[in-house]
């Protein structure tokens, strides 16, 4: 597993990732996947107790300084782990319906989590290229997984979640939201 400085300092993470070469350059096939082992290992106790790490679902090249459109999902269930590696991910369709997480969102970028609702569409639907799958895929996604996909999208034009909270009533609730 390779182990990744994780950047905090917002004037990287603020920056628009570019569109990444397909087919995909060794390089870039290595980094996406190693993102996602990161991430699998950061979800065991026992990595990253050892390592140090706080457990992740989602990260983006960005995060680790590499200003490419790829991203790194992995969510780990009691019966099925989801993961996905993507390059140049769009979101084609989404839901009116929204969704929130009432424990509010987190991102390994941001130290100190900011307590607040972040809405976003219950469902999305994403085309991309996945690197574990080596194919061109369509994602449809809902509740968790949306928000993670959405979440880690967002990085990719440099927007963190925190600026999405209504920072007059960061738990006004939104009528007909879902909450995850
Ligand atoms: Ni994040």
């Not at 597993?1 to 096939?29: A, C, G, R, Y």
């Not at 100190?112 to 639907?125: A, E, F, L, N």
Request: some cysteine.
């Amino acid at each position: 597993m390779k182990l990744f400085d994780i950047i905090t300092d917002t004037k990287i993470l603020k920056q628009i990732s570019e569109e990444v070469t397909l087919p995909l350059s060794k390089e870039d096939e290595e980094l996406v996947l190693d993102m996602v082992e990161y991430l699998r290992a950061s979800q065991d106790e026992e990595l990253s107790e050892k390592y140090n790490i706080r457990p992740g679902v989602g990260l983006a090249a960005i995060q680790l300084g590499i200003k490419k459109r790829m991203l790194a999902v992995c969510l780990v269930e009691e019966k099925k782990t989801t993961s996905y590696a993507l390059v140049n991910p769009v979101i084609v369709s989404h839901s009116v319906r929204e969704c929130f997480l009432n424990t509010g969102e987190a991102c390994l970028s941001v130290p100190i989590d900011v307590d607040g609702y972040v809405y976003r569409p219950y469902k999305v639907t994403i085309k991309a290229y996945d690197a574990i799958t080596k194919k061109k895929v369509t994602i449809k996604a809902r509740g968790y997984l949306s928000i993670i996909l959405q979440h880690e999208m967002d990085h990719l034009d440099g927007i963190l979640y925190y600026e999405r909270i209504d920072k007059k009533e960061p738990f006004r609730l939104r009528q007909g939201a879902e909450v995850i």
